[in-house]
């Protein structure tokens, strides 16, 4: 399964970046999507998930009121939204597919993963 991330970039704090995370092979409209991002020297955490209908979403509480999960199956794409970012937002963003159809917030829960994009915010 390939996954593509991207959306990527170094912006100011305040500013905002959409993430977006493809299924060329169209393997993730039955699935939940998963964010999560990793620092460095820390190890990676849950972002924000949504479930495979997109009625359900799940968000760590420091991005809670600032980023946005969403998708779009028929173009088979989960997006990120993330405004207001602050320096402590900074990682590189992976995006999974899930087991199932839920919006986890376990990395236990998801079976493919893609490259991640690197978002940089400066203070």
């Known amino acids: 399964v390939q996954l593509q991330a991207s959306g990527g970039g170094l912006v100011q704090a305040g500013g905002s970046l959409r993430l977006s995370c493809g299924s060329p092979r169209r393997t993730s409209s039955n699935n939940g999507v998963g964010w999560f991002r990793q620092a460095p020297g820390k190890e990676r955490e849950f972002v924000a998930a949504?479930?495979?209908?997109?009625?359900?979403?799940n968000y760590r509480d420091s991005v809670k009121g600032r980023f946005t999960v969403s998708r779009d199956n028929a173009k088979y794409t989960v997006y990120l939204q993330m405004d207001n970012l602050q320096p402590e937002d900074t990682a590189v963003y992976y995006c999974?597919?899930?087991?199932?159809?839920?919006?986890?917030?376990?990395?236990?829960?998801?079976?493919?993963w893609g490259q991640g994009t690197q978002v940089t915010v400066s203070s």
């Open positions: 999974a597919v899930a087991r199932g159809t839920g919006a986890s917030s376990s990395q236990s829960a998801y079976q493919y």
């Open positions: 949504i479930s495979w209908r997109g009625d359900f979403t």
